[in-house]
T-cell receptor, first 114, second 115 residues
């Protein structure tokens, strides 16, 4: 089965540091991985997508990596700010007839302290 | 105006009642989804629709039904609500065209409580 795991339920860091969140998947590599941000009581918001043939993707202070050997994606927020505090969801693409569907991890709650 | 809207935003209902959650989108996307989110369980797919005539069960469809009234509208029904259907429900859309990112756009959610 296609599974995706975010091992840390919560991560606490100091403002200005780099936050690193981990996402692991099982079995075969997905065509792509996506990362979303979710604030309390609100819907997830798309941040970044990285495809299987890409090693790294950047967007402003965000960086995502995709390691097919380790079956892992890392999500980095550099120079973190209290406003970055939220839950971050990793999602893998599904395959076959449901291509385009996503399977979500449970999320990691990031808290950035001033 | 929001691209994906959900009504109601909050609902408290009693066990055994029928309830409908509605979703509308202005993004022009063919694909629409219904998820539920529970603490510790993450987002789980209930139903998805690739177009008006193509509706499919997701991971946890038992106890739910859906209707795709138009490209822009996708409703979720609980025929006979039970307390373990208490959750946060999200509607989402995506663009299936080749080369797209399959990014999903989520609505604001409906908080449903079944007593």
């Amino acid at each position: 089965s296609q599974k995706i795991e975010q091992n840390s339920e919560a991560l606490n860091i100091q403002e200005g540091k780099t936050a690193t969140l981990t996402c692991n998947y099982t079995n075969y590599s997905p065509a792509y991985l996506q990362w979303y941000r979710q604030d309390p009581g609100r819907g997830p918001v798309f941040l970044l997508l990285i495809r299987e043939n890409e090693k790294e993707k950047r967007k402003e202070r965000l960086k995502v990596t995709f390691d097919t050997t380790l079956k892992q994606s890392l999500f980095h927020i550099t120079a973190s700010q209290p406003a970055d505090s939220a839950t971050y969801l990793c999602a893998r693409s599904s395959t076959g007839g449901s291509q385009g569907n996503l399977i979500f991890g449970k999320g990691t709650k990031l808290s950035v302290k001033p | 105006d929001a691209d994906v809207t959900q009504t109601p935003r909050n609902r408290i209902t009693k066990t055994g009642k029928r309830i409908m959650l509605e979703c509308s989108q202005t993004k022009g996307h063919d694909r629409m989804y219904w998820y539920r989110q529970d603490p510790g369980l993450g987002l789980r797919l209930i139903y998805y629709s690739f177009d008006v005539k193509d509706i499919n069960k997701g991971e946890i469809s038992d106890g739910y039904s859906v209707s795709r009234q138009a490209q822009a509208k996708f409703s979720l029904s609980l025929e006979s609500a039970i307390p373990n259907q208490t959750a946060l429900y999200f509607c989402a859309t995506s663009d299936p065209r080749p080369g797209s990112s399959y990014e999903q756009y989520f609505g604001p959610g409906t908080r449903l409580t079944v007593t």
